[in-house]
């Protein structure tokens, strides 16, 4: 896998990936584009909700949404690094089974999530979830 990362002016950086999609980045501090700190954490809920899609899916749960809520905490020094990330899944359908949920969550985090396996290293990422009837 490839990408490449081009200045294009101020403080915006344009990534392209090696499938072509292309995203706008602001190190400005997010003021015209996704920063790339906050670009860390939409790619660890996006890399979580796949997984929690597809085993819940697999499981034939009724599912209609799946959101993900992150919070995060930086330490004070520079560099500015994650301490602690936390997600919280938010699951709506039709009687969806708390343990399925439970199972995909922790089998995302522990297991499939490349993204989540990664930042595990130097991160206290934690997660929890909530279901809701469709």
């Not at 499938?19 to 584009?33: E, I, K, Q, R, T």
């Not at 560099?79 to 990330?85: K, Q, T, V």
């Not at 343990?99 to 206290?124: I, P, T």
């Amino acid at each position: 896998m490839q990408a490449k990362v081009q200045w294009v002016g101020e403080e915006k950086f344009m990534g392209t990936s090696e499938s072509g999609h292309s995203m706008l980045m602001d190190a400005n501090g997010g003021n015209n584009a996704v920063s790339p700190l906050e670009n860390v954490l939409l790619s660890l809920g996006g890399c979580s909700s796949v997984d929690v899609v597809s085993i819940l899916e697999k499981a034939r749960q009724k599912l209609v949404g799946c959101e993900v809520e992150i919070t995060s905490k930086r330490v004070d020094t520079v560099p500015r690094l994650f301490s602690d990330i936390h997600l919280h899944f938010v699951i709506t359908g039709d009687n969806v089974a708390e343990k399925h949920v439970e199972r995909a969550v922790a089998l995302s985090a522990d297991k499939y999530c490349s993204v989540a396996l990664m930042l595990n290293k130097s991160v206290n990422i934690t997660h929890d979830f909530e279901i809701k009837q469709a």
